[in-house]
Each structure stands twice: as structure tokens, then as C-alpha cells.
């Protein structure tokens, strides 16, 4: 028996061992990645963010809010990530509404180390897996308890390995028809609802790349409450695909738990950080998840019909 508990011991020690070096491993093959990727920014690309953030919060906080922003990617790399880790930081400093930290290891999500938080931002994150198990209940507890998360586009292409956390975002990343080098068109599926305030009631047309979600994935309008939605009524958007025209939403918000969440697909591009319309969509977001701005998050299936805001003819 004593032999047996040695043995078993010794295995369990190899696997953490095994473990630990995988972890360490991919640990110095993003750094090097992001290295490779993020170079320094210079005043011709702060400049137009800076003309774009919002310079005050639409809520005024209850406290002193903060924000944990977590960039780390296992999959493709988005060249936007920085651009948009800047114009969330100055976000933040120019509205008042939250002070950022930029996070990329998975240390990060423990419980005691998250109680600083209000709100986790994920930012084009692709691909995360939580080494350790606990890591996994830290974030869904985060969530669950009553905090926020916010997701910025890639922030769906994320927990093939963990089906609750990607049930919280809202789907999983399914292909891109819409390419980023394409304008397309957005309808407003709740025009009044205070999230969609930046667009003033009105479908539009933005320079972005557009997800579709995994059918098996997507949690759908019984428990999500959807804002904005690719306009399937603009031939240009309905021909990329061969299945449409059908619903394909692209920002939404939800509660989870006790919690708060706002995705938006918006964030490919760089230069959609310097965009102010979709700038304060986010912030919006944000402080809905925060728990600053208060919105209704009744899925859509559960309200009355309401007449979509339709995007204008492409000029």
C-alpha cells in the first residue's frame, strides 16, 4: 500500500511537472508573438483615438471602478489589440468611468486577485484556455456573482474547452463572410434601447470584418438581448452568404447569474478604435457591464416586436 501511495504520488508530481512546463511554453511563445506583432505606437496612431474616445461617461460611477483587460491570445493575433488597449485606457482616464489594467497571463484569474475588479474586458482574446481548473471557476464566479464582462470582437473565438465560459459570451466564432476590407450594413434591432444610443436610431454602414457563430454554440435571442444585427436587406451583405438571408447579430448584451455581459463583434479593424460612434457603443457597454448604466437585458424572445432601425442606401 505504502508502495502504491509513492507511485501515486510520484505520477501526480510528473503530471503537474508536464503540466507546468506546457503552460511555460506557450507562456513564452505569446511573448515572443506579441513582441514580434506590437510595436510602439506613434503620434499619427494615437491621434485620431484620441479625437475619437468619448470625453465623458455616459453614467456617472457609483464608485471607483475597475477594469481588468485581458489580451492574451492561443490562436490568430489581431493587429488591432493595442490599438484598442490604448483607446480603453484613455477611455477611462478622459470619462472617469474606470481605471484599466492590461493583463495577458492567466495568473490573473484568481479569486483573490479579481475581488479589485468590476468588469473583465476581453479583447480580441483567441483560443483562451485556462491552464488550471481553478482559473476557470475564478472567472465564471467573477461573473456569476454579480460583476461584468465585456467582449470585444475575437472575445468569441474563445473556450472551445470550456463550453460555460463561451455560453456566457453568447457563441463561438463560426467564419468571417464579411471580410475586414468590406463596408457593411448594420439595422438596429432595438433602436430606443439606451446601448444603441450612439447609433441615434439610425442603421449604418462601417469598414469591418463580421462574425457568424457555431449554430451548436450560439445561445440566441431567448437569452440575449440583441442591439445590432448585419442588415440582410443590403444585397451586399445577404450574397456572402448561400444559406441567407438570415439573422447574423453582431452586439448584444445578457445577464448571467447575477452578472452583466456586452459583447459587440465590432474591433477587427484598427481604425475602428477611431471611430467615436462605435467608441461609445463600447463605453456604453462597459459601463452596463460595470454596473454604472442601467439597461434592460429581457432576451428578445421575451419582449414585443420592435421595428428594426434599417441601414440607408449605400451613398
Known sequence: MKSLRVLLSISALIAATSAGAVAQAQDDAWQKQKAERFKPFTAAQTDPIDAAVPKV????????????????CEGFIHGSIPYANYALQKMGE????????????YDVFNRENLEKYDCIILNNTTGMTFPEASQQIAFLDFINGGKGLMGIHAASDNFGRHPECRAIVGGEFG?????????WAFKLDDPDHILNAAFEGKGFWH???IYQYKNETYVGPKVLRLLVSLDMGQEEVSKMIKDGPREVPVSWLRKAGDGRVFYTNF?????????????????DGIQYAIGDLEADATPTAEIPKVDPALSPAKS
Do not use: C, S
Not at 478622459?94 to 497571463?105: I, P, S, W
Not at 481604425?271 to 462605435?278: A, C, L, M, S
Open 57 to 72: 461617461a455616459t453614467a456617472k460611477p457609483k464608485q471607483q471602478r475597475r477594469a481588468l483587460v485581458f489580451y492574451r
Open 207 to 209: 469598414t469591418d470584418e
Open 175 to 183: 467564419g468571417h463572410p464579411w471580410n475586414a476590407g468590406g463596408n
Open 267 to 283: 474591433g477587427h479593424r484598427e481604425d475602428t478604435f477611431q471611430n467615436p460612434v462605435i467608441l461609445r457603443h463600447m463605453l
Open 94 to 105: 478622459q470619462t472617469g468611468a474606470f481605471k484599466v489594467d492590461l493583463a495577458d497571463t
